[in-house]
């Protein structure tokens, strides 16, 4: 997988670098990826491909709903291992299984896509029409999204991993998402992903006790 400069990206991620927002900072990154081989990438990708094959191998579920049917197609691997790859390279520090993964991605529409967008980056959009003027961020992405895969041939996915296992959850994040657009023609694949994280989070406080009881207290009177 190669990383690609593409300016229209550039310019959204300097904006979503540390948008500070008050009590709270948003922060979204959009990186391209061509699906060649790299590096590591060949000796990567048989290993997940030999992965899935030793999972299918020692299944028996036939159930046409489970990860066993998507998996015997040999282009839903492909997709996989693709995105896979681009979680690797995104986040070198973490061990993906493709296996594993396969149970976290979901294919999405456009709609779907913006229906979250709209309903956690609200507040960023206002800031960027204050900022810039114009067209929304939304549309400003899409605008770049396109130039760069062609939305329109696009696969979307996305990510959504358990919380021990989610690379996009960082220290203090009240929410992340991830989405991965993919097009088979062209070989490219633009991942995209954004949170939210609270500034009244003391330094060296764990993500994860965001969810106790008593540090959600914190949050109650918080519009997010």
Known sequence: MKFLEYTPLDRINDFLNDLNLGERIIKGSLEAYSCKHTGTDKRLSLSL??????????SSDTDS???????????????????????????????????????????????????????YMLEASKEWVETYGGSSLLEAIYKALDEVVKLSECEIYSYN???????????????????????????????????????LVADGFVADNLCNEEDGEIFDNMDI
């Open 161 to 199: 991993p358990d919380s021990d296992a989610d690379p996009f959850l960082e220290k203090g994040a009240i929410w992340s998402f991830g989405f991965f657009f993919y097009n088979r023609k062209l070989k490219r694949v633009v991942s995209f992903s954004f949170c939210c994280l609270s500034n």
């Open 65 to 119: 709903s489970s990860p066993v049917e998507f998996l015997l197609s040999r282009s839903s691997r492909k997709t996989l291992i693709y995105l896979v790859l681009t979680l690797y390279h995104m986040y070198p520090d973490y061990d993906f299984s493709a296996v594993k993964a396969h149970q976290f991605f979901t294919e999405e529409s456009w709609d779907t896509f913006k229906q979250i967008f709209d309903t």
């Open 49 to 58: 491909e030999n992965e899935i094959l030793d999972y299918l191998g020692k």
